[in-house]
């Protein structure tokens, strides 16, 4: 059976717990998958939405596809990061919440990156996780 993840928030640290995610994530020695940055692209081709709630919402989803395909949960996830253009923040209220809905209370590490741009003028926001995969 897989180890669990242990999340740690030391008290020498801010308590990044409140805020839904974990400062320390330790993994045992098992197979890991590394999910490319996902962004605001459907399978059916629909268009992107201007919108950065909707974007990251579109994106949690595709990042929540990528663990199913894989047999992973939330709990899986040994870190995220999420670039989003303009970071400010405002912005990162907004991306936050549909992050939180994704990680279904398992406050894996979390890293914002204030970016540019990303792979498409109209992209906002991109999702990649690290995810240590269930026996």
Known sequence: MTQPITRMNPPSLPDAAELGYSQISIVE???MAYVSGQVAWRPDGAPVPDDLVEQ????????KAALDALGATPQDIVIARCFVTDLNPERLEQAVPP???LFDGAQP??????????A??????ELEL????PD
């Open 56 to 63: 990251t919402r579109i994106a949690a989803a595709n990042a």
């Open 130 to 133: 690290t995810v240590r995969l």
């Open 109 to 118: 590490s979390l890293t914002g990156v204030g970016v540019a741009a990303l």
């Open 99 to 101: 992050l939180l809905e």
């Open 120 to 125: 498409a003028p109209d992209l906002q926001v």
């Open 29 to 31: 020695p098992g197979r």
